[in-house]
């Protein structure tokens, strides 16, 4: 295996079991999972009603007959992610992953407006395929500067910039949609084709756009006719409490949505939501053989049912809301701690020096030990790999809301 291949933690976690919200690893030591396979495990650990649902389409016998053939579990997942994406008319096409997800909207987007530029924030991750890559930012994850694509990249995530400091929400806004108009007189030639966003960024760091920016961005893309892709793959299917789709706080409706991880609780599946005759326009664009596999699509059909049947997008705002608020309350008492953020259930904590205010990876790093020792499992972002980023399966309970969140305010003391 490659040397680049980074495992967390000086003393890599081997993960033999999970049950609920817990996973066990090869030396019997349990944790609460608050990064469930970066956002993966949705639904936690060990769930009757996936497990079910696979071993039926197991006794089958078909695991996979390719896409060649009618596969029922896809038209039944793509009827229900069309209804609920509130794009009018749309269809959908089923992949293995999330970059996979965003090279199908980048081939159809180039295609549909016949131009290879795009437009992407700074500071995004969208994958690390050739196509996918080029629009991904994120400098820790940009392993390679050739592109495919024509890319500009926008601000919008990067309050923390000088230029920034202290603008009030509307005139920060009003600072990117510059930025953007700016980028379309003077950097591009002819046609733009999409742009494309999280609503929250993930990798980055859980950056959090202000509420209207993606509405102020629209206006501006829908007068040229420029498309735009929502990724979704971390923001979707009720995280953020507010929203079934991330870009749905906004109060915007994308010509897209890109959309991967918890879908499947743990099984392949990703996907494109998009507008009918954008979907409809080129004759071809199916990527992979297993894109849409009945063994994950009886694996995402139960999955979405049940985050849908347990309302669980209700639940992330509310066990959200209860570490959010603890955090944001014992913040002040830790001058290590640069910014608490999220929504629902997703939340980061930014590490900095206490100093300087400089971004601190290396406190990032113990802290992750920390946690580690302490029986929970967190992830790790932003540009600077000093972002603490956690995202609990959506069925956390209130009392595991409140264990984690005592264990984080402990690692804070601990490394403080
Ligand atoms: N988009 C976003 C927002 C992501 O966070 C990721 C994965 N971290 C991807 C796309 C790529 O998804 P996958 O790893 O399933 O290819």
Same mark, same amino acid.
């Given at each position: 295996?490659?040397?680049?291949?980074?495992?967390?933690?000086?003393?890599?976690?081997?993960?033999?079991?999970?049950?609920?919200?817990?996973?066990?690893?090869?030396?019997?030591?349990?944790?609460?999972?608050?990064?469930?396979?970066?956002?993966?495990?949705?639904?936690?650990?060990?769930?009757?009603?996936?497990?079910?649902?696979?071993?039926?389409?197991?006794?089958?016998?078909?695991?996979?007959?390719?896409?060649?053939?009618?596969?029922?579990?896809?038209?039944?997942?793509?009827?229900?992610?069309?209804?609920?994406?509130?794009?009018?008319?749309?269809?959908?096409?089923?992949?293995?992953?999330?970059?996979?997800?965003?090279?199908?909207?980048?081939?159809?987007?180039?295609?549909?407006?016949?131009?290879?530029?795009?437009?992407?924030?700074?500071?995004?991750?969208?994958?690390?395929?050739?196509?996918?890559?080029?629009?991904?930012?994120?400098?820790?994850?940009?392993?390679?500067?050739?592109?495919?694509?024509?890319?500009?990249?926008?601000?919008?995530?990067?309050?923390?910039?000088?230029?920034?400091?202290?603008?009030?929400?509307?005139?920060?806004?009003?600072?990117?949609?510059?930025?953007?108009?700016?980028?379309?007189?003077?950097?591009?030639?002819?046609?733009?084709?999409?742009?494309?966003?999280?609503?929250?960024?993930?990798?980055?760091?859980?950056?959090?756009?202000?509420?209207?920016?993606?509405?102020?961005?629209?206006?501006?893309?829908?007068?040229?006719?420029?498309?735009?892709?929502?990724?979704?793959?971390?923001?979707?299917?009720?995280?953020?409490?507010?929203?079934?789709?991330?870009?749905?706080?906004?109060?915007?409706? @994308?010509?897209?949505?890109?959309? /991967?991880?918890?879908? =499947? *609780?743990?099984? +392949?599946?990703?996907?494109?939501? !998009?507008?009918? $005759?954008?979907?409809?326009? @080129?004759?071809?664009?199916?990527? /992979?053989?297993?894109? =849409? *596999?009945?063994? +994950?699509?009886?694996?995402?059909? !139960?999955?979405? $049912?049940?985050?849908?049947?347990?309302?669980?997008?209700?639940? /992330?705002?509310?066990? =959200?809301?209860?570490?959010?608020?603890?955090?944001?309350? !014992?913040?002040?008492?830790?001058?290590?701690?640069?910014?608490?953020?999220?929504?629902?259930?997703?939340?980061?904590?930014?590490?900095?020096?206490?100093?300087?205010? !400089?971004?601190?990876?290396?406190?990032?790093?113990?802290?992750?030990?920390?946690?580690?020792?302490?029986?929970?499992?967190?992830?790790?972002?932003?540009?600077?790999?000093?972002?603490?980023?956690?995202?609990?399966?959506?069925?956390?309970?209130?009392?595991?809301?409140?264990?984690?969140?005592?264990?984080?305010?402990?690692?804070?003391?601990?490394?403080?």
């Amino acid at each position: 295996m490659p040397n680049w291949l980074a495992l967390y933690y000086q003393d890599p976690i081997e993960i033999v079991s999970g049950k609920g919200n817990r996973v066990v690893d090869a030396s019997g030591k349990s944790y609460l999972d608050f990064f469930a396979g970066i956002l993966t495990n949705m639904i936690g650990y060990d769930v009757a009603e996936v497990r079910e649902a696979v071993e039926r389409q197991l006794a089958t016998g078909v695991v996979h007959t390719s896409t060649v053939y009618l596969l029922r579990g896809q038209i039944e997942l793509a009827e229900k992610i069309a209804r609920l994406s509130g794009i009018p008319d749309a269809k959908v096409f089923f992949t293995n992953s999330g970059t996979e997800a965003n090279e199908t909207a980048l081939l159809l987007a180039t295609y549909a407006r016949k131009s290879d530029q795009v437009l992407a924030m700074r500071q995004s991750y969208h994958g690390r395929s050739f196509g996918a890559i080029s629009v991904t930012s994120n400098r820790s994850w940009k392993n390679n500067s050739l592109s495919p694509l024509n890319v500009h990249f926008l601000h919008g995530a990067d309050r923390h910039l000088t230029q920034f400091k202290g603008l009030s929400d509307a005139d920060y806004i009003a600072a990117c949609v510059d930025d953007l108009r700016h980028v379309l007189a003077t950097a591009v030639a002819g046609d733009v084709a999409a742009l494309i966003a999280e609503p929250i960024q993930g990798v980055g760091g859980f950056t959090m756009a202000p509420d209207g920016l993606f509405a102020a961005y629209q206006e501006v893309l829908a007068a040229e006719g420029i498309l735009f892709i929502s990724d979704e793959v971390q923001t979707g299917w009720g995280r953020t409490g507010s929203a079934f789709f991330g870009i749905q706080n906004h109060g915007v409706t @994308p010509d897209m949505m890109t959309f /991967a991880k918890g879908l =499947g *609780n743990g099984f +392949a599946v990703g996907g494109v939501v !998009a507008r009918g $005759d954008l979907m409809d326009a @080129p004759h071809a664009v199916g990527l /992979a053989t297993f894109g =849409g *596999n009945p063994v +994950a699509m009886a694996a995402a059909n !139960a999955t979405l $049912d049940f985050v849908l049947s347990h309302d669980l997008q209700a639940n /992330a705002a509310r066990t =959200g809301a209860i570490i959010l608020d603890g955090l944001r309350a !014992a913040a002040p008492r830790f001058p290590i701690v640069g910014d608490v953020r999220g929504k629902g259930l997703m939340f980061a904590i930014e590490l900095v020096d206490p100093e300087t205010g !400089a971004p601190a990876p290396a406190l990032a790093a113990r802290y992750m030990e920390e946690t580690r020792n302490l029986g929970l499992l967190a992830g790790k972002g932003g540009l600077y790999g000093h972002a603490m980023r956690m995202a609990p399966p959506l069925t956390l309970t209130e009392d595991e809301a409140r264990e984690g969140l005592a264990i984080l305010v402990t690692a804070l003391e601990n490394i403080s």
